[in-house]
């Protein structure tokens, strides 16, 4: 089953405006990863955050990680066209190489 | 330092016919992993391996799938008499060790289409 689930399923807005994911998952975690996905084409990954991390920043995009809750989330700060894509969270557990993934958040970003 | 590389990038088979994806990775990386998206859906585990190793295939279809990671060359995932549903993107990605807190570096993917 799936080990995270984003929310929203599917986001638009503004050129301009914030734009906030989150991710939340089941079981303890060694760390979570944020990728992008531009429609019909490969991953980028974004920001790892370990489980000891609370925050993370990298340019325009922020992660914070609440491991109380079980939850993440991704903040993309002044959005810009080019966000437009889908964004996932990844999950690594303690001594597991697999990958765990959610069903992505779809972001729209209106000119 | 190229990235890893995944050919063909799109393959389209007929229904019976095998499927090959092919995976070189990272220079230095000896772990690939194998990943199937299906369309609007996140990345689902499929095998992890290791050079001439399979470590975990606990993800991958019990039929018509097998992987390798020879020696030399690419890693393959091979899928015998395709079928409709095995239409999806498959990506590789590899690292450096298995350890849970590397980054795993992806591939841009193979889109398969069976018809």
């Known amino acids: 089953s799936q080990q995270g689930e984003e929310d929203p399923q599917a986001l638009s807005i503004q050129e301009g405006e914030n734009a906030t994911m989150n991710c939340s998952y089941k079981t303890s975690i060694n760390n979570l990863q944020w990728y992008r996905q531009n429609s019909g084409r490969g991953l980028v990954h974004l920001i790892l955050i370990r489980s000891n991390e609370r925050e993370k920043h990298s340019g325009r995009l922020r992660v914070t990680l609440d491991t109380s809750k079980k939850s993440s989330s991704l903040l993309i700060t002044a959005s810009r066209a080019a966000d437009t894509a889908s964004y996932f969270c990844?999950?690594?557990?303690?001594?597991?190489?697999?990958?765990?993934w959610g069903a992505g958040t779809k972001l729209i970003i209106k000119p | 330092n190229a990235g890893v590389m995944q050919n063909p990038r799109h393959l389209v088979r007929r229904r019976g016919q095998e499927a090959r994806l092919r995976c070189s990775p990272m220079?230095?990386?000896?772990?690939v992993y194998w990943y199937r998206q299906l369309p609007e859906e996140g990345l689902k585990f499929m095998v992890y391996l290791q050079k001439e190793n399979i470590i975990d295939e606990s993800g991958m279809p019990k039929e018509r799938f097998s992987a390798e990671f020879p020696k030399e060359g690419p890693s393959i995932l091979r899928i015998q008499q395709v079928v409709r549903g095995d239409s999806a993107a498959y990506f590789c990605?590899?690292?450096?060790?298995?350890?849970?807190?590397?980054?795993?570096?992806f591939g841009p993917g193979t889109r398969l289409t069976v018809l």
């Open positions: 990605a590899s690292s450096p060790t298995f350890k849970s807190y590397n980054e795993q570096f």
């Open positions: 220079k230095g990386h000896s772990h």
């Open positions: 990844a999950t690594a557990m303690d001594s597991n190489y697999q990958l765990i």
